[in-house]
């Protein structure tokens, strides 16, 4: 799967930003797709995700609340709509995606193989949050 990835930039706390994310493939039946990001020095974080198949969307704990995954369907390509940044959202941006729900679903809410390698992996956007 190929993932294109616009958006980001810096920001003050209390801001927000649109992150979006096109995918193309030719050989999945369905694309999920997913947002997970990267603090300087820390460890790949899943935030949230959404089923291509039935519309299921899933928020990691952190997010919650405050960031709104979407989709375009008809276009295969998702948003990520972040409200209330703060600096700890500080970090690059990775779109992901995959042909299968489960390990994209267990990586958002914290449990599943960090090590899984997905059918997509974006190349990344910076987010800075400033206090």
């Known amino acids: 799967v190929q993932l294109v990835e616009s958006g980001g930039g810096s920001v003050q706390a209390g801001g927000s930003l649109r992150l979006s994310c096109a995918a193309s493939?030719?050989?999945?039946?369905?694309?999920?797709l997913g947002w997970f990001r990267q603090a300087p020095g820390g460890k790949r974080e899943g935030i949230a995700c959404?089923?291509?198949?039935?519309?299921?969307?899933a928020y990691a704990e952190s997010v919650q609340g405050r960031f709104t995954i979407s989709r375009d369907n008809g276009e295969r390509r998702v948003y990520l709509q972040m409200d209330h940044l703060r600096p700890e959202d500080t970090g690059v941006y990775y779109c992901?995606?995959?042909?299968?729900?489960?390990?994209?679903?267990?990586?958002?809410?914290?449990?599943?193989?960090?090590?899984?390698?997905?059918?997509?992996w974006g190349q990344g956007t910076q987010v800075t949050v400033s206090s």
């Open positions: 959404i089923n291509d198949e039935d519309g299921r969307i």
């Open positions: 493939s030719s050989t999945l039946i369905y694309v999920h």
């Open positions: 992901a995606a995959d042909g299968a729900w489960g390990p994209l679903a267990d990586l958002v809410q914290g449990v599943g193989n960090t090590n899984y390698r997905f059918d997509g």
